[in-house]
């Protein structure tokens, strides 16, 4: 499973991909505003920094707008992958966007019917969101599971991208599950490598080397 990252802060991406865990970027608006930057800078020196497909998002709701913008964040470098909500409008933008060769992510996709109709458009990536699924109730992974069923069947090449994820154990889950990329905020990729059994056993081991005088340098 690929990993990407889920944020607009230069320095987090900068130290996960110093360790080879990035395998691409996603920004949202949302991410982009965090950030305080402008859009197109802080994409382009995100596009400098990782060789995998960064994800940045048009801001307009109509198709002509959008295709406009998908048209002008391609430009940006050739590892845009311009994304766009999983409307009629921004279907007909993937489509289009498609067409002309460039990698398209579909995003705010809630449902195993919208994800087909994003392969039917030629999407490149479709982001299902598991986190705000659960946040309302409703099993965020099983959609991960239909959607992998669904592209399996048919042998569609959209890349199922998980999107929305809030834990370490939804990353393993996604893994399990065969999700072709999961997007995670920093955090949640650190906190893949803590357990409990862990920090118990170097605590055992600390008192052993204190205890022994143990050095090595
Ligand atoms: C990624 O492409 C999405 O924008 C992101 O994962 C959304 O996550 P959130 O539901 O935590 O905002």
Redesign the pocket.
Same mark, same amino acid.
């Given at each position: 499973m690929k990993f990407f990252v889920?944020t607009a802060e230069i320095d987090q991406i900068k130290e996960l991909n110093d360790l080879g865990m990035v395998d691409g970027v /996603?920004t !949202?608006p $949302?991410?982009i505003a965090k950030s305080g930057r402008d859009i197109l800078e802080v994409t382009k020196e995100i596009c400098d920094i990782v060789d995998g497909p960064v =994800?940045a998002e048009v801001v307009a709701l109509d198709a002509e707008t959008m295709l406009a913008e998908g048209r002008k964040l391609a430009k940006i470098a050739d590892n845009i992958a311009v994304?766009v909500p999983l409307t009629w409008a921004g279907l007909q933008t993937c489509k289009a966007l498609s067409d002309e060769g460039t990698m398209v !992510?579909v995003?705010l996709c809630f449902s195993a019917n919208q994800a087909l109709l994003a392969a039917k458009a030629g999407a490149t990536f479709i =982001?299902p969101?598991i986190?705000?699924l659960d946040d309302i109730n409703i099993d965020g992974l099983e959609l991960i599971e239909d959607i992998r069923t669904i592209y399996d069947n048919y042998g569609f090449d959209t890349q199922i991208?998980a999107? $929305?994820?809030?834990s370490a154990n939804h990353m393993s889950e996604c893994a399990k599950i065969g999700a072709d990329v999961a /997007?995670a905020?920093p955090a949640v990729i650190k906190n893949m490598a803590n357990h409990v059994l862990t920090d118990k056993g170097l605590a055992g081991f600390m008192a052993d080397i204190e205890k022994a005088g143990i050095k090595i340098l």
């Open positions: 889920d /996603t !949202n $949302s991410l =994800s994304k !992510n995003t =982001s969101f986190g705000r991208l999107a $929305s994820i809030r /997007t905020p």
